[in-house]
């Protein structure tokens, strides 16, 4: 299909693939009405995806993370696939439930590129187009409900490498987990944001994630500070 243009650029292409005929017809009105967004194609299962993918070149998929053939998995290993052999493809996957270890296992290769959001959220229009714009530029999105839960989870975690964080650069990862900006931890913690900044680099530093060029480090920051929250 012809891909159309907004504002003398052209359109993000976008596929779209759910297997539910009403809450794709949603999805797709959803993401129509932005004019920077061209839903060039739409699926059911994952075939018919891989298929469209390979004849629209699109530049962002959004899928199901259940549809057909096993109805377990598919957005996930799709986005797997597309990360190895199309890195160019953005991927946002949709849930209808909170699953942390889907999105852990989505962001495992690196984040850019990747999000993951609760279906229920998709019918916030702006939530939907800026997480499809943000991945068609490289970027990554993780549902705030998602990373929340988690966070505020009371069973005891692991001994991890989130141990070595002081309590005040826990507190710093704690508010960059929901999705906050640096200057706006600094007014939640009572900081400058030249502290958040001291703070957020130590923790990268602890995390081992100074030398990741190609991956959003607060994104993997947020990610290992989760996993520990969720282990025993």
């Known amino acids: 299909m012809a891909s159309g243009a907004y504002g003398g650029c052209m359109a993000i292409r976008v596929v ?3 297997d ?11 993401l129509a009405a932005a004019p920077d967004i061209e839903v060039v194609g739409t699926a059911g299962d994952l075939g018919d995806t891989r298929r469209l993918v390979e004849q629209l070149e699109p530049d962002v998929v959004v899928t199901d993370i259940r549809m057909p053939p096993s109805g377990t998995d ?3 290993r799709l986005a797997a696939d597309l990360r190895a052999e199309r890195p160019g493809v953005g991927v946002v ?6 699953e942390p270890a889907y999105a852990l296992a989505l962001l495992a290769e690196g984040s850019g590129g990747r999000a993951y959001l609760l279906k229920e959220r998709v019918a ?4 939907l187009a800026d997480a499809v714009r943000q991945v068609a530029a490289g970027g990554s999105v993780i549902d705030p409900r998602v990373v929340e839960g988690l966070v505020s989870a009371t069973r005891p975690a692991r001994r991890s490498e989130v141990d070595r964080l002081t309590p005040r650069e826990r507190e710093v990862l704690g508010e960059m987990a929901q999705g906050k900006s640096n200057a706006a931890i600094a007014a939640s913690l009572v900081l400058s944001e030249r ?10 530093s602890k995390l081992g994630l100074t030398e990741e060029p190609d991956v959003n480090r607060r994104v993997k920051a947020v990610l290992l ?3 520990d929250a969720g282990g025993s």
């Open 124 to 127: 916030e229009a702006d939530d």
């Open 20 to 30: 539910n005929l009403l809450v794709r017809a949603g999805v797709e009105r959803v």
């Open 225 to 227: 500070w989760l996993d």
């Open 93 to 98: 996957v949709l849930s209808q439930h909170e």
């Open 16 to 18: 779209l693939a759910e």
């Open 74 to 76: 598919e957005g996930i």
């Open 195 to 204: 502290a958040v900044e001291k703070h957020t680099n130590s923790i990268f």
